[in-house]
């Protein structure tokens, strides 16, 4: 909560995007000078000029409307002051994030057993990106929250009408969260039927809006957002760039990119990582499992859907491998509990948790707050 107002990535457009629901009952129009980049620049940087107005920034109006719609109503219980209103919905995000852990436990008990299980949210919540997303206003902690849920349903086989809701749910939240269609569609194909039905009112608001040819609004988000940087092609510095940015913004890289963490911090971060896949590596019998292989199956699937996106925008933001963080963090703690004997399995990923949580409580008193300092 210490981020100052508009300082998480897209914080404007999803605040205005609630706004207009909240304001009228329908939902907005994504239409052309919906984006500016120079006014974002300027808001980025932290150096807004007199008559800047972050109302005109409503680039999101194009999304799922789940999220929005859920929020409506704290934007409106309470005081109207916008920065009231922006505390609010990051309050709600924090409980979503709670929620979130409190899903991440009970799906990694399908591999796990309960005394290691619970080494998973603490990971969880070591990430500071996480910390950093959850305590914003944007569909992603809603979107995290269901991408665990669908993985619960997954490993529990509950009912396909169920399983169809909740993807339905989560494609009206964030179309990030079509990489467990074909998972859905293994399990049940009849489970597209409540999906599709979930789906529907919001499909027939995007056709009437954009038109048959367009129903996702993908072709008016590419006009509106015309100056925003594109694929440059492939090349040796654009994979290192990728490989780079996406590991540090996984971590810790706060506010619109721009607050890094310093690099003995990120250095810390690949040294685990770097441990708990070489612990991986010595138990790759176990990951035949069947509950196994669903958890990195969603973790393929989340980094192909990664890549081809930023074949097209570039957009090295890893916050979007977060559809898949709970079969990440699992990964890392079945990894690091192979290091020591089975008495001792349970120490190696609670201390290498205590390690992350304390990264992360360093990373946002020491990195994020200093990093929002007005430069004198």
């Given at each position: 909560?210490?981020?100052?107002?508009?300082?998480?990535?897209d914080e404007p457009a999803h605040f205005n995007y609630?706004?207009?629901?909240?304001?009228?009952?329908?939902?907005?129009?994504?239409?052309?000078?919906?984006?500016?980049?120079?006014?974002?620049?300027?808001?980025?940087?932290?150096?807004?000029?007199?008559?800047?107005?972050?109302?005109?920034?409503?680039?999101?109006?194009?999304?799922?409307?789940?999220?929005?719609?859920?929020?409506?109503?704290?934007?409106?219980?309470?005081?109207?002051?916008?920065?009231?209103?922006?505390?609010?919905?990051?309050?709600?995000?924090?409980?979503?994030?709670?929620?979130?852990?409190?899903?991440?436990?009970?799906?990694?008990?399908?591999?796990?057993?309960?005394?290691?299980?619970?080494?998973?949210?603490f990971t969880i919540a070591g990430v500071p990106m996480?910390?950093?997303?959850?305590?914003?206003?944007?569909?992603?902690?809603?979107?995290?929250?269901?991408?665990?849920?669908?993985?619960?349903?997954?490993?529990?086989?509950?009912?396909?009408?169920?399983?169809?809701?909740?993807?339905?749910?989560?494609?009206?939240?964030?179309?990030?969260?079509?990489?467990?269609?074909?998972?859905?569609?293994?399990?049940?194909?009849?489970?597209?039927?409540?999906?599709?039905?979930?789906?529907?009112?919001?499909?027939?608001?995007?056709?009437?809006?954009?038109?048959?040819?367009?129903?996702?609004?993908?072709?008016?988000?590419?006009?509106?957002?015309?100056?925003?940087?594109?694929?440059?092609?492939?090349?040796?510095?654009?994979?290192?760039?990728?490989?780079?940015?996406?590991?540090?913004?996984?971590?810790?890289?706060?506010?619109?990119?721009?607050?890094?963490?310093?690099?003995?911090?990120?250095?810390?971060?690949?040294?685990?990582?770097?441990?708990?896949?070489?612990?991986?590596?010595?138990?790759?019998?176990?990951?035949?499992?069947?509950?196994?292989?669903?958890?990195?199956?969603?973790?393929?699937?989340?980094?192909?859907?990664?890549?081809?996106?930023?074949?097209?925008?570039?957009?090295?933001?890893?916050?979007y491998l977060f559809t898949a963080l709970v079969p990440?963090?699992?990964?890392?703690?079945?990894?690091?509990?192979?290091?020591?004997?089975?008495?001792?399995?349970?120490?190696?990923?609670?201390?290498?948790?205590?390690?992350?949580?304390?990264?992360?409580?360093?990373?946002?008193?020491?990195?994020?707050?200093?990093?929002?300092?007005?430069?004198?």
């Open positions: 909560m210490r981020t100052p107002i508009w300082q998480n990535p609630v706004r207009w629901v909240a304001d009228t009952g329908t939902l907005p129009e994504l239409r052309v000078g919906d984006w500016d980049s120079a006014l974002l620049s300027r808001l980025q940087n932290g150096r807004p000029q007199p008559g800047d107005d972050v109302a005109t920034i409503r680039y999101e109006s194009w999304q799922p409307p789940l999220y929005y719609m859920l929020a409506a109503p704290v934007y409106r219980i309470g005081p109207g002051d916008e920065a009231s209103q922006v505390l609010r919905m990051r309050l709600f995000g924090v409980f979503l994030g709670g929620l979130t852990l409190l899903v991440a436990f009970h799906v990694v008990l399908h591999v796990f057993p309960r005394p290691l299980a619970l080494a998973v949210p996480f910390t950093a997303v959850s305590a914003s206003v944007s569909a992603d902690p809603l979107a995290n929250l269901l991408a665990a849920a669908l993985l619960l349903a997954l490993l529990r086989t509950v009912d396909w009408r169920w399983l169809g809701v909740l993807l339905g749910l989560g494609l009206v939240t964030k179309l990030a969260l079509a990489v467990f269609i074909p998972l859905v569609v293994w399990r049940s194909r009849r489970a597209l039927i409540p999906a599709v039905a979930v789906m529907l009112p919001w499909l027939i608001h995007q056709v009437r809006v954009y038109g048959w040819s367009d129903p996702l609004a993908f072709a008016r988000h590419a006009e509106v957002v015309a100056d925003q940087p594109r694929f440059p092609g492939l090349s040796a510095d654009y994979i290192a760039q990728f490989l780079t940015v996406s590991f540090h913004s996984f971590w810790a890289q706060f506010g619109w990119m721009a607050i890094p963490a310093p690099d003995g911090l990120y250095w810390l971060w690949a040294v685990l990582t770097l441990l708990a896949a070489i612990g991986l590596a010595t138990r790759a019998s176990t990951l035949s499992e069947p509950a196994w292989r669903l958890l990195l199956v969603t973790v393929a699937l989340a980094t192909l859907a990664y890549v081809a996106y930023n074949l097209t925008f570039q957009q090295f933001q890893a916050r990440i963090c699992a990964l890392l703690v079945h990894g690091w509990s192979a290091w020591l004997p089975r008495n001792w399995a349970l120490f190696a990923p609670y201390a290498a948790a205590a390690v992350l949580l304390a990264l992360n409580a360093y990373s946002l008193v020491r990195v994020l707050v200093p990093g929002f300092a007005p430069v004198s």
